[in-house]
Structure formats: C-alpha cells, structure tokens
C-alpha cells in the first residue's frame, strides 16, 4: 500500500524555533518524590450512562481481541484487509486485553497467554541495521508485516510508537503479577525489552532546531530524522520514559522539548499550552496519571497537565458552538476534531474541501489544523476523564443523531463528515486504544493504578523535577 493512512507525526506542520528555558531539573535523593495515582475520576453518572460506556468499552474491546495475530500476537493498525501491524495499536492492546479480565469479557489466563505471546516475539524479533527486520538499539519499526512481523514498506523505526508498546509493557509488568511461570515470563520479558532501548542513538545534534531533542525516528536508508519531539503533543510521556530508563542528559533534551511550547488563550479563561489534535493532549495521560502534577514550566503557569487538556477539550468545544468556517453538524452537542481519516477530495463540492487521513485538530479560531468539518467520536470519549460533564451529553446526542450510521462492529467508526453526507467504514487501532483505556481510568483508574506504581515513572518524574502543585 503506498498510501499510508496515519498520524505519523502531524505535528510537524507547525514547526516553530526553539527558545532556550533554564528552569530547574530533577531533585536530590533526599527530595525523592513518591508519586500515586489518584484513581478514579469522582463523578456521578446515571445507570442508564453505565450501561452506554459498557457498551462502548466491550465493543472497542473485541478490535483487540480479534484483531491481533494469532501466534505473534502483534496487533493490526486497522481493519482494512491490506492493513499491517502497528507497533502503537499494541501497546495500546496490552492494558485493554487487561480492561477486559477486569470487566470479565475475557480470563486472566487467556489475556495473560495472549501478553506473553506479544513479549516473546518482540524479545525474539531481530534487531539490526538491515531493511527487513523488526526493530534496531530497542526501537521497533511503525508498521510490521502481519505474516513476517518484519518491516513494512520504508517506514521509521519509531520513537514514539515504541514508546507506546513500552508503556503497555510498563503496564503489563505490574498487572500480570501472580507467581505463576506465565505471568513471570512476562514480567522477565518486560525487562529485557525496556533495558536494552539506546536512547543515546535517537538523541538528535546538539545543533539545529531539534537540537537534544529526542528524534521522531531513523531509517536504514537515511539515518535520523530531520525532526525532533518538541512540545507540546503526544510526546509528553516519552520523556518520562527516557529519563526513567536511561536517557543520558535528560534535562538538556526536555528543555529543548518545552522550549517551544505555544501557550495561548483562545477564549477567555482557557489558556493553556496548545496543540490543535486533541489525540495530543490524551496519549500521555491514558498511561500517566498527571492530576496535581507540573514540571517547572507548568508549574509556573499554576496548573497541571491534567488541567491543561481539560481547557484544550472545552476550547474545542466552544469552537464547534462558533463553527467559523460553517461546517453542519458543528454545535455543543457535536464537537471533537483529532487525527482521524476523512471523506477525501471525491466528496468536493462548491468550496467545500476535503481530506483523507489527516492530523485535524482545533486549538481555536487562530490556530487549527485542517478543519473540514470531520468528527471522531473517539476525540471527546478519549476526553471523558478530563470533562464528563460535556463530554457524557455530547455522546448521547452523537448516538441520537447519527448512532445508525457510526456504529458497527467494534462500536464506534473513526469518523464522520456531516457536511460531506461521508460515514467512514474502518477502525483504527490507536483511536480505539486510547478511547477504551480513557474510559477505564474515568470509571476506576485502572491503567493509572498500574502505570504510575512503576520504578521507570517514577524515576522519570523525579529526573524531570516534576512535584505536586499543592
């Protein structure tokens, strides 16, 4: 397939020079923090809204029950039958596999079978500089060839996508807890597969605009990326994962990280640190718990991450209320602009254009991403913790409005135009993930609880002078 339908770094458009921040980093040993998940979201909801995120969940469940592979256990990047495996949409099956024991649609044994059979092809793959392997220095390829597990077309070795399956692993280890040979390989595999990422290899120059940033990528052909991860996006974790495990001179590559954060207030009483896609403000914390949470820069800024995507989610929100481009459907009750695929050009009409896939996201009237008015149910579900109060109402009204059409067989399609009459047909695993594991942590905190216990995040929030607000 030459066309490759996916985020792979749509950031990239809003490319800006980084600014140089000296702010304080890490803390003594005696200052070492210990830092908890909080746990569920405390907000009521109904029976009847029970029952609907029951259903969103098992639906969305069985996308990674079905669609992995049978021996590799490596899940698919889409239901598409040209599709290959992402190595992101596996990561984000680990804990959902989980979600699903805990909710009884699955044994432990079987969700446990299915982990160690991911783990030992990964442990196994072979990594080498070649152009037809699995990954490299602990990094793995974006996509991988269902039947070989090997390299597919030209892709990167990705970061941020290995970054992903890690904090799936990261999960896996501290779930799969029993002392039973099973669970024990997994959590030995587990080990083996975060010890042995060279994170010194996907460091980008010392000079450029990317400078000591972590690098998006590499490929045999061309070596690293042009691009390193600067902020503010999907990123957020990854830092926290290098510094945990290893990252030489980590304080250098996160202030090259926030030193190009854009903090802007769209509307009064909305400021924050803006990145349009709401998928940005939503991969990091469907694995880390950053409520109470700021680095020096938020800190400064008097709120926490988790606060930060609460503002992002309702700016969105007022920005389908203004809808200054006239999309139809756009309103309080229909709102939700991430990365997602679209109707495409085909749908074209008077001077209304259309996208394909694409990173579409809003931060505002002055700063968006591709609007052509494309919804993803998953964009406000994902954002379920950060704000039930409008997310719950939007949902039913979607479900009311347009649930014959959006629904299927893992429950909610990628997306829909209104404007352009277009209901995609496909789903898309890393949309699915992080709107199945987001739901759960609204509803108990179950990702959080397991992530936030282990010795590589906190580690990693204690090296990058991460403390409490209050």
């Not at 803006?274 to 409520?291: M, T, V």
């Not at 009459?421 to 987001?438: R, Y």
Request: net charge positive; aromatic share 16%.
């Amino acid at each position: 397939m030459a066309i490759i339908k996916r985020r792979n770094h749509i950031w990239m458009i809003n490319i800006v020079l980084l600014l140089v921040f000296t702010l304080p980093f890490g803390v003594t040993q005696a200052q070492q923090l210990t830092f908890k998940s909080k746990g569920k979201v405390q907000y009521a909801i109904t029976p009847e809204e029970e029952k609907m995120l029951d259903t969103i969940q098992y639906k969305t469940f069985l996308f990674f029950l079905n669609e992995h592979h049978p021996e590799k256990g490596i899940v698919k990047d889409r239901t598409a039958k040209w599709a290959p495996a992402s190595i992101a949409s596996t990561g984000f099956g680990i804990p959902s596999l989980a979600i699903g024991v805990e909710r009884q649609w699955i044994t432990r044994e079987k969700a446990a079978e299915i982990t160690l059979k991911i783990l030992k092809f990964f442990v196994n793959s072979v990594q080498s500089a070649d152009t037809n392997v699995t990954g490299y220095k602990g990094f793995y390829y974006h996509f991988l060839r269902m039947n070989s597990g090997t390299r597919e077309w030209k892709c990167e070795l990705s970061s941020i996508d290995t970054g992903i399956l890690m904090m799936g692993i990261i999960f896996a280890r501290n779930f799969y807890n029993l002392d039973n040979d099973v669970e024990k390989q997994i959590r030995a595999l587990a080990a083996i597969m975060l010890g042995r990422i060279d994170w010194q290899f996907m460091t980008m120059p010392p000079t450029g605009k990317f400078a000591n940033t972590i690098s998006m990528g590499w490929t045999p052909e061309k070596g690293l990326h042009d691009f390193g991860w600067s902020g503010y996006n999907e990123a957020l974790f990854l830092y926290v994962l290098a510094a945990g495990s290893g990252m030489e001179n980590i304080e250098r590559s996160y202030s090259a990280w926030f030193g190009s954060y854009k903090w802007q207030t769209p509307y009064k009483g909305l400021s924050h640190v803006a990145f349009p896609p709401l998928f940005g403000h939503q991969f990091s914390q469907a694995f880390i718990d950053y409520r109470g949470l700021a680095d020096a820069y938020m800190k400064a800024k008097g709120i926490d991450y988790f606060e930060n995507s609460r503002r992002a989610t309702y700016v969105q929100r007022q920005y389908a209320i203004d809808n200054p481009k006239g999309w139809i459907g756009y309103d309080s009750l229909c709102w939700g602009i991430t990365a997602s695929d679209g109707p495409t050009e085909k749908h074209n009409f008077g001077d209304k254009k259309f996208l394909g896939y694409a990173g579409r996201g809003t931060s505002g009237p002055d700063y968006n991403y591709f609007d052509d008015g494309t919804i993803a149910p998953y964009a406000p579900l994902s954002s379920l913790v950060f704000a039930p109060e409008i997310v719950l109402p939007t949902i039913k009204s979607i479900n009311k409005k347009y649930g014959d059409r959006l629904w299927g067989k893992y429950g909610y399609y990628d997306s829909f135009n209104p404007t352009a009459k277009w209901f995609n047909d496909d789903f898309i695993g890393i949309d699915e993930g992080p709107m199945l594991l987001m739901i759960e942590n609204f509803r108990t905190g179950f990702v959080w609880n397991y992530v936030m216990k282990d010795p590589i995040i906190q580690k990693g929030l204690n090296k990058l002078g991460y403390t409490y607000l209050n």
